[in-house]
């Protein structure tokens, strides 16, 4: 490999020590590209996990959503989850060949889905608790494994404010690549009497 002429050196790229590569500016950033030097930028936080618990009354091991990364007040939401090996369900699903289980695909998922069902600011979307009443065209693309970083957009598709329903689309994504959609209906409510919409 040819270094650029910024970081010229006698020596080989292999052996290249750090006494070697002049200091770089941002001009030299910008010209090698931040990813050739083992730099990704991370993702941005709109809502921690301390916000995120705040809002979702789930709780560990159930809670599958570590990070919102973009907010649409009523209109969508993005989520991150990271898939580690650390996982719980990871010793039964499977021991050899370890996947995430397509269930909770759906479920991290509806949490996310969740965080805008439960906006305080829309008005007729806000309740204690969300429920999930129904899934529709469910399609699962690709296998998400431990190392995984499963990025999930949900985008309110219909809201009936009255009866506190909304029907949401949500596409989830591991480096680009589309490994799981499907249409969501869910519920909102603070009478234990409409836990019979959640099994």
Known sequence: MQLPPFLSCSQ?????????I?????????????????WFPPYPTVMDINQIR???PHRFPF???DRIIEYNPGVSVVGIKNVTINDNFFP???????????ALMIEAMSQV?????????????????????GIDKVRFRKPVIPGDTLVMRMTLMKMHKRFGVAKLEGKAYVGG????E??????????????????
């Open 177 to 180: 690549e589309l490994v799981c």
């Open 22 to 38: 002049p200091s770089l500016t941002l001009g030299s950033l910008s010209q090698l590209g931040r990813r050739s030097l083992g």
């Open 63 to 65: 809670l599958l959503v």
């Open 92 to 102: 039964g699903h499977f021991p050899e060949r370890p996947i995430m289980p397509g």
């Open 54 to 56: 705040e809002r979702l």
């Open 113 to 133: 889905g969740g965080a805008v069902i439960l906006e305080p600011d829309v008005k007729g979307t806000s309740g204690e608790v969300f429920f999930l009443a």
């Open 12 to 20: 080989p790229m292999a052996v290249v020590s750090s006494n070697c």
């Open 182 to 199: 499907g249409e969501f209906l869910m519920a909102t409510g603070s009478d234990p009497q409409a836990r019979f919409l959640y099994p």
